[in-house]
């Protein structure tokens, strides 16, 4: 088993920054690819970005890509999402995702998932 707990969420204004941070604890962190994912108020969740094991490969949506950045630090146990030009579309629950394959973890068939964040994005 592996436990996700998310922080760093809360309102901010357009334009603005936040970064979330995802505590794993259990098994090998450096085991899983690590994800973000977000759903918006009576959307469907979507993928936002995920990182390899190593750290080396990262992979973003079409629609944070050049805005949001995933990092992890292995020797942490903790993956990032550092969000920035935030825009009021990005409100949503942020939610980290632990997985075994890289592709399966990007279209949401993660092992584990944490509670989520709430992201505010004011205009």
């Known amino acids: 088993q592996v436990q996700l707990v998310e922080s760093g969420g809360g309102l901010v204004q357009a334009g603005g920054s936040l970064r979330l941070s995802c505590a794993a604890s259990?098994?090998?962190?450096?085991?899983?690819?690590m994800g973000w994912f977000r759903r918006a108020p009576g959307k469907e969740r979507e993928f936002v970005a995920a990182?390899?094991?190593?750290?080396?490969?990262?992979y973003y949506a079409d629609s944070v890509n050049s805005r949001f950045t995933i990092s992890r630090d292995n020797g942490k146990n903790t993956v990032y999402l550092q969000m920035s030009s935030l825009k009021p579309e990005d409100t949503a629950v942020y939610y980290c995702?632990?997985?075994?394959?890289?592709?399966?973890?990007?279209?949401?068939?993660?092992?584990?998932w944490g509670q989520g964040t709430q992201v505010t994005v004011s205009s």
């Open positions: 995702a632990a997985g075994g394959n890289r592709w399966a973890t990007m279209r949401g068939e993660a092992n584990y």
């Open positions: 259990g098994r090998t962190f450096s085991d899983y690819v």
């Open positions: 990182i390899s094991r190593s750290g080396e490969n990262t």
